[in-house]
């Protein structure tokens, strides 16, 4: 009988592997079908937006925004916003807060629909992922509505918003989340969250506990799937997310344990019912005429000083810490995204776990390449 | 708001009963949060006390970053607490000619790969960190593009980076 001796082999995962989300190679250190460790190599979609802000007025850097984050681009212009905002002492208008709530949250059901279709088509299960994407194409039709662009929104200024929205945006902006809440969720969770493959692909695997989701810096959607209930909508209301009655999801161990990749992935589900709450609320309290921007000097200055601002994205938490000196641009601009440490947990989690539960790691922590690079 | 439970200035107080011999200044930030000043030999105990002080809790990092202000390097550090539901930023000035500063990986570990960012793009070291590569630019790269000195480099490997200016 022959004995098979335990032999390593290293792997190469990447740059371009359908389930990394982006350009992102993994080291991947491997025995036969269990996997050692997964080490993460970054930075191929490094582009020096922090580097870009200092060259240029606060203004014009709102178009890079949308480049932080493909799919949540108008989070990203809201953080950068209410951070210029906050520093410079200005306000946006009433009606601008309502509009940049709508658009918001409707960019955070997108962007979760692509989360847990892509997750799904990662582990093999293609027609979810197309019934998803389905759907975000309404989102991607609204969104061209109101701003004109369907993936790089520019949509939110300094100081308000660019467009009020068009006859019959509201309309079809309900009837968007009515059916999502109403009738798609259902159909989904029918067709695919509770079959039992996709529970035994993703129960019990990747479990994150609440300390080290907290050790490892996890924000958003990932800590809450720990369980620790902490939204910054609810905790820190930036923006008018005060005036909204939703509810915070949190992992609670459905099918596995808790902080499971399972959990991360039914938060997300939850969180699309949540939004669309939001959005109809928005919608009914939505002053009907008034101003969307607020007029800022031009040249446009902010007097020297320091803030940090975060906001909730999709993707958790995402802080600007802008430090002006006074002048048009500003002195430093540093971006956290909430990817850039969801990366930090996948070279300890992917210890000891089967090849095959590396792709549901990655897909449940939802990372983003270009928000890791920046 | 509704969570400020402690208003800043008793958090001042606090905090200067704790850590009175290490903070230089305390100052508010335009959005009511905490900015203490403080030297840099004391960052490791300062932000042990700050983690682990049973009434402080602070032990959420939600940020790190470098800054380059031409005669000196600043780390800052932003923090929060589930406990007291308050943010607190901790900066710290280094000297410009060759900057470095201890790790607080031995009490965040999260910080690894902020650290590293921050030593990629500013060229800031951290003592005692336990895999100070660069992370987001090639191993080759020279220099450090966040730096205010930084001179673009005009060409990598054969690779031509010098933008024309003239191409009309």
Known sequence: MTEFALEEMILNMGPHHPSTHGVLRFIVRTDGEMMLRATPDVGFLHRGIEKIAELMPYESFMPYTDRIDYLSSLNCNLGYALTVERLAGIEAPEKAEYLRVIGAELTRIGSHLIAVGALLLDLGAVTPFVHALRERETYNSLMEMLCGARLTHHYVRIGGVAFDAPDGFIEKALSFVNHLEYEFLDEFNKLISFNSILIKRLANVGIITPEKALEFTLVGPNLRGSGIKFDLRKDEPYSIYDRFDFEIPSGSGKFGVQGDAYDRYWVRIEEIKQSCRIVRQAINQMPEHGEIKTKISKPFKIPAGEIYVRTECPRGELGFYLISAGGKTPYRLKIRTGSFSAMTIIEELSEGVMVADLVAIIGSLDVVAPEIDR | ?168
Request: charged share 30%.
């Open chain 2, 1 to 168: 708001m509704r969570h400020n439970l402690m208003e800043t200035k008793k958090l001042i107080e606090l905090l200067g009963e704790k850590l009175s011999s290490f903070i230089v200044k305390a100052d508010k930030m335009p959005n009511n949060d905490l900015l203490i000043l403080i030297k840099k030999e004391s960052l490791l105990s300062v932000m042990d006390t700050l983690k682990n002080d049973l009434e402080l809790k602070f032990n959420v990092l939600m940020n790190h970053l470098g800054v380059d202000y031409t005669e000196s390097f600043a780390v800052i550090y932003n923090l929060y607490s589930f406990k007291l539901k308050k943010k607190v930023t901790v900066k710290a000035y280094m000297e410009h000619e060759n900057p470095e500063v201890d790790s607080i990986e031995s009490v965040f570990k999260g910080v690894n790969w902020f650290e590293r960012e921050t030593y990629d793009l500013l060229g800031i070291r951290f003592r005692g960190h336990s895999n100070l590569k660069r992370l987001l630019l090639p191993s080759d790269w020279e220099g450090h593009p966040l730096r205010k000195d930084y001179i673009y480099p005009e060409e990598y490997n054969g690779l031509i980076l010098k933008r024309e200016e003239n191409c009309k």
